[in-house]
T-cell receptor
Framework: EAGVTQFPSHSVIEKGQTVTLRCDPI?????LYWYRRVMGKEIKFLLH????????ESGMPNNRFLAERTGGTYSTLKVQPAELEDSGVYFC??????????????FGSGTRLTVV | AQKITQTQPGMFVQEKEAVTLDCTYD???????LFWYKQPSSGEMIFLIYQGSYDQQNATEGRYSLNFQKARKSANLVISASQLGDSAMYFC????????????FGAGTRLTVKP
């Protein structure tokens, strides 16, 4: 089975520009998560989709970040306008588990975003 | 609130020796899962090992084992017979049953295996 796919793998944009990251979860996984790791810091939770619904978006840093998951399949994370502090690696993960399932996720390879 | 602490920003180990990466956690949930992930320089997150809070035995996966001490709230990763390819960042993480939206990660430990 195909794993979690993220695109692009790298992106370099100028401050003020817009970038859209995409995540294709494992087919059939209802749960989709976005995380990010800013350079040298911890991996932080951003948000969680269950199918097309946002279950928890408490980790979204501000309103420059917009995540969507139309149709409950792939998800996009748009940053508009990008700021220097948005640089980091953005990870997507998916899982099949129902509420209470403690098993781990399958992570994508991440998108390394550099804002210059 | 959940918190994961990895106190070793960097570790060195000689090839073929064993190394222990520390992880302590804090949660008020009685049921939780503990995970270790490896992140090589290529960037992907690779799942290594899982320990459930009610598991009676310590988890093992090949050269990886998890030294789970529930009373001390520690979940140290032990890598036996280190290989050069083990050089990477290692993250400890936790999910709690009643907060399963949010897998919390530690700050990570960078392991370097010396030839």
């Amino acid at each position: 089975e195909a794993g979690v796919t993220q695109f692009p793998s790298h992106s370099v944009i100028e401050k003020g520009q817009t970038v859209t990251l995409r995540c294709d979860p494992i087919s059939g996984h209802d749960n989709l998560y976005w995380y990010r790791r800013v350079m040298g810091k911890e991996i932080k939770f951003l948000l969680h989709f269950v199918k097309e619904s946002k279950q928890d978006e408490s980790g979204m840093p501000n309103n420059r970040f917009l995540a969507e998951r139309t149709g409950g399949t792939y998800s996009t994370l748009k940053v508009q306008p990008a700021e220097l502090e948005d640089s980091g690696v953005y990870f997507c993960a998916s899982s099949q588990g129902i509420a209470g399932d403690l098993y781990g996720y399958t992570f994508g390879s991440g998108t390394r975003l550099t804002v210059v | 609130a959940q918190k994961i602490t990895q106190t070793q920003p960097g570790m060195f180990v000689q090839e073929k020796e064993a190394v222990t990466l520390d992880c302590t956690y804090d949660t008020s949930d009685p049921s939780y899962g503990l995970f270790w992930y490896k992140q090589p320089s290529s960037g992907e997150m690779i799942f290594l090992i899982y320990q459930g809070s009610y598991d009676q035995q310590n988890a093992t996966e090949g050269r990886y084992s998890l030294n789970f001490q529930k009373a001390r709230k520690s979940a140290n990763l032990v890598i036996s017979a280190s290989q050069l390819g083990d050089s990477a960042m290692y993250f400890c993480a936790m999910r709690a049953r009643y907060n399963n939206n949010d897998m919390r990660f530690g700050a990570g430990t960078r392991l370097t295996v010396k030839p």
